[in-house]
């Protein structure tokens, strides 16, 4: 049920739980308007966007299909506003807008813009609203996303947002297209339901881990395993919603022994960029939380391995011809589930299954 973002004050609203949020950042047909959380995203709306991604990957590869989609966002223009590096999600977001026909604007680099010149991000999200219909972001800071969220829906011009990350606390978008990889990976064997998923790595600062736990919970017996050194051990926030809706889970140091027993290891990257202490990370040993040639071998036949990426050397480049290896599909995947969020923001979702059903 969607709830009127102007009838709360925004103190009220930030102060609220993530979960009574999100009420207020839908459209009224269950769809996203601003996309800010995972948990904005049941096991219903996951399957319209994974039938929707489908649809569109396969409308694209043809001429006309290409056409068709150009043409159904061709009236909007996004701004990419992204103030930390960023290569995937950053291409993924430019080509999905160019897949739909959105032209797109971009502000990577706030030292040539008027921030750096003393604008606030809230003038400057603002002044981008008078440009664009939608606003995709990335920011270094928790919470930027949300509140800028509010402001522009109690502006004049109210035009959408898409958390593109969001400091260490969330990335929606890339929980997304890892759920669509799993449930793509995992079609012909029974779905994605009774399965061990693995993570491991800094699970304590990577936002990506976040996100895909919380949307893990959708599925039915999905248990989650945790493996990571002490110090990047994944947080009480995580835990504590995988408690709430009783979901089985385990924290542990030993990747070996977890390994045979898992159907999808998540790689993940030591997030060193934040650091209290500059080099605080070096010192940890996370010799043992590497994928390669020996963790390979200890790996079920039907299980897949997984990377948000950019990898260091987490995952040995031994790996990647291994037909369980995922990480170059599921980057591709998130080109296709964006622009399915895309698609469904603008209220494109029918014409597009239309199109499919006449003409594929
Ligand atoms: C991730 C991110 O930015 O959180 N990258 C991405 O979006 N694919 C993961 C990371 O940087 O380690």
């Known amino acids: 049920m969607s709830k009127r973002i102007f009838d709360i004050s925004v103190e009220r609203f930030e102060a609220l739980p993530v979960t009574e949020k999100t009420p207020y950042l839908m459209q009224a047909d269950g769809v996203p308007y601003h996309t800010l959380f995972a948990q904005q995203f049941g096991h219903d709306l996951l399957g319209r966007l994974e039938l929707l991604a489908n649809e569109i990957r396969t409308i694209a590869k043809t001429r006309t299909g290409t056409e068709f989609l150009r043409s159904q966002v061709a009236h909007k223009r996004a701004m990419l506003y992204f103030s930390q590096p960023s290569s995937r999600t950053f291409l993924s977001f430019a080509s999905a807008c160019q897949i739909l026909g959105v032209s797109t604007g971009e502000v990577r680099d706030t030292s040539i813009s008027s921030e750096f010149k003393g604008?606030?991000?809230?003038?400057?999200?603002?002044?981008?609203?008078?440009?664009?219909?939608?606003?995709?972001?990335?920011?270094?800071?928790?919470?930027?996303?949300?509140?800028?969220?509010?402001?522009?829906?109690?502006?004049?011009?109210?035009?959408?947002?898409?958390?593109?990350?969001?400091?260490?606390?969330?990335?929606?978008?890339?929980?997304?297209?890892?759920?669509?990889?799993?449930?793509?990976?995992?079609?012909?064997?029974?779905?994605?339901?009774?399965?061990?998923?693995?993570?491991?790595?800094?699970?304590?600062?990577?936002?990506?881990?976040?996100?895909?736990?919380?949307?893990?919970?959708?599925?039915?017996?999905?248990?989650?395993?945790?493996?990571?050194?002490?110090?990047?051990?994944?947080?009480?926030?995580?835990?504590?919603?995988?408690?709430?809706?009783?979901?089985?889970?385990?924290?542990?140091?030993?990747?070996?022994?977890?390994?045979?027993?898992?159907?999808?290891?998540?790689?993940?990257?030591?997030?060193?960029?934040?650091?209290?202490?500059?080099?605080?990370?070096?010192?940890?040993?996370?010799?043992?939380?590497?994928?390669?040639?020996?963790?390979?071998?200890?790996?079920?036949?039907?299980?897949?391995?997984?990377?948000?990426?950019?990898?260091?050397?987490?995952?040995?480049?031994?790996?990647?011809?291994?037909?369980?290896?995922?990480?170059?599909?599921?980057m591709r995947n998130g080109m296709w589930i964006r622009t399915a969020l895309i698609a469904m923001t603008f209220g494109c979702e029918k014409r597009i299954h239309e199109y499919f059903r006449h003409n594929c």
């Open 119 to 330: 604008e606030s991000r809230e003038d400057s999200v603002r002044t981008f609203s008078s440009y664009f219909d939608m606003i995709i972001m990335r920011t270094p800071e928790k919470g930027l996303a949300e509140h800028m969220a509010w402001v522009l829906s109690n502006s004049e011009r109210p035009i959408p947002i898409i958390n593109a990350g969001s400091g260490q606390d969330q990335h929606p978008t890339q929980a997304l297209l890892d759920i669509y990889t799993l449930l793509r990976s995992f079609e012909r064997g029974g779905g994605l339901r009774d399965r061990t998923v693995l993570f491991c790595g800094d699970l304590l600062r990577g936002r990506t881990v976040r996100s895909l736990s919380y949307l893990l919970t959708n599925y039915p017996n999905i248990r989650q395993v945790f493996v990571a050194p002490g110090p990047l051990q994944v947080g009480e926030d995580v835990l504590a919603v995988l408690k709430a809706k009783s979901v089985a889970y385990e924290l542990t140091d030993d990747f070996h022994a977890a390994i045979p027993h898992a159907d999808a290891v998540y790689m993940t990257r030591i997030q060193d960029e934040w650091d209290k202490d500059k080099g605080e990370s070096a010192k940890i040993d996370t010799s043992r939380f590497k994928f390669g040639l020996d963790e390979l071998k200890l790996l079920p036949q039907r299980a897949v391995i997984m990377h948000p990426l950019p990898r260091r050397d987490e995952i040995s480049t031994a790996v990647d011809s291994d037909p369980r290896a995922m990480y170059w599909r599921q």
